[in-house]
């Protein structure tokens, strides 16, 4: 007999079936709950209920553990490409040589962006925050795609829908770049690896020959791969949840965009430089603003130390920390940004205060780090994160459709006024 628990309500017994995920995650199996007494659970922000049953990701915060697919984050960083990785998150296998060939292939020859979305380009203040203008071009795509919005595609028209997004997103953001800029779009180039392209479209100059960088290639593709997805966050929870109507992939992927621009989310990797920038304007004394940062009550707080999920170590940090000392050395980069963003890492890796507080950096310090020194403007970090979650996101919406899961419908605990009644306008 399966393991069950017991839950006595108003002097009733009713037994809830317990689940079992493959990593040993148990969980108390509430969906009948409701029906049978009337009930519902109570759990803010959602951080001890399940929302559905994925294959996709595996996250143990306590151990420090992060797969996609099985595969442990740490070799598929090493070993991998980005467009490998976004294979096997969405098909939920690695792709044989020639698979990856023709994937890699049919994204590139899907790279091209509508020449129309220029003129809703040209409509943007020029200040426009770059998330916001990346959010509503995918919104955008479903009118030039109208067929994105069926609801039970074939599988070959839902396989080119996601080719198509994974192939477009990099022109989308390197147009808006450009165009804020003044500057000369450029069309992708078939002949360049993924990453490639897209750092050749975003800062390659017009009628100029432009050799590609292994370096900078390596380092976003590593940087793609460890943002490529992470278990049911706020923008992975919120793409489901939207798909969950039947949605297009687009609107999905706006929404999750708009989730993900948040600071307290993808917006963490700009509020470190953010905090850098404000030190160094400050004279650049990191021990003062370490001293600030023990200070109860100062409001002053490191950006890109510590996890909320991740109560030892952040697995993604331990990759990335080896490669930007390597991208650093590599480019010979010289700014005292990231001086002083080295000096608060020596601190935090050693001092009493931040060990005992597990306030390791984080994937967001280094992220933003290595951007920096990529030359990407620190605007545009958040984008970056996007770039490299979209492969996650696609595959948890290709996920909740394959399953046909129900609708989102979370439910409330009412706490308003009762029992009133109107009164006329006149009478008030």
């Known amino acids: 007999m399966s393991e069950q628990v017991e839950l006595i309500v108003e002097g009733k017994s009713i037994k809830l079936p317990v689940i079992e995920g493959t990593e040993k995650e148990k969980a108390i199996d509430i969906a009948k709950l409701r029906s049978e007494t009337g009930y519902i659970t109570y759990d803010p922000g959602f951080k001890n209920t399940g929302s559905t049953r994925s294959g996709v990701t595996f996250l143990d915060g306590e151990l420090g553990i ?99 997004v994974i192939g477009q997103l990099p022109t989308l953001v390197a147009t808006t770049y450009r165009k804020s800029k003044g500057l000369p ?26 050799k590609a960088d292994q370096v900078i290639a390596d380092a976003l593709n590593k940087l793609f791969i460890l943002h490529a997805d992470h278990e ?49 304007n400050d004279g650049g004394d990191t021990a003062k ?20 999920v991740y109560k030892n170590f952040d697995p993604r940090a331990k990759i990335i920390k080896v490669a930007c000392d390597q991208i650093l050395g590599k480019l010979g980069v010289s700014d005292p940004v990231l001086t002083i963003a080295k000096g608060l890492e020596e601190v935090a890796l050693s001092d009493q205060y931040f060990v005992d507080r597990k306030l ?36 948890q919406w290709k996920e909740m459709r394959d399953d046909n899961e129900p609708i ?21």
């Open 289 to 308: 603003f370490i001293l600030k940062a023990k200070d109860k009550n100062d409001n002053f707080r490191l950006m890109g130390f510590g996890h909320r």
């Open 66 to 164: 992060l797969s996609y697919r099985g595969y442990p984050i740490d070799q598929l960083a090493e070993k991998s490409n980005f467009i490998e990785v976004a294979y096997l998150l969405i098909y939920g296998k690695l792709p044989t040589s020639a698979q990856l060939t023709a994937f890699e292939k049919e994204i590139a020859e899907q790279s091209e962006i509508p020449s129309n979305i220029g003129t809703i380009l040209n409509g943007f203040p020029a200040d426009a925050h770059p998330m916001g203008v990346i959010g509503s071009l995918l919104s955008a795509l479903t009118a030039f795609y109208p067929e994105s919005i069926e609801a039970n595609p074939s599988p070959e028209a839902l396989h080119k829908l996601m080719v198509r």
């Open 185 to 210: 779009v450029l069309a992708p180039r078939k002949d360049l690896d993924y990453c490639s392209n897209f750092y050749y479209m975003m800062f390659a100059e017009a009628g100029k020959e432009y």
């Open 408 to 428: 989102g419908r979370p439910r409330q605990i009412y706490i308003g006024e009762t029992e009133r009644n109107y009164v006329p306008i006149d009478n008030r």
């Open 232 to 280: 049911q966050n706020c923008s992975t929870s919120t793409v489901r949840i939207v798909g969950s109507s039947q949605a297009s992939l687009y609107a999905s992927l706006a929404a999750g965009t708009a989730a993900l621009w948040g600071p307290l989310h993808g917006g963490a990797n700009q509020a470190v430089i953010e905090m850098l920038e404000e030190i160094k």
């Open 360 to 395: 390791y950096p984080n994937v967001d310090f280094y992220s933003g780090i290595i951007y920096r020194a990529l030359g990407i403007p620190t605007e545009y970090f958040t984008v970056m994160f996007a770039l490299g979650r979209l492969p996650g996101w696609i595959a």
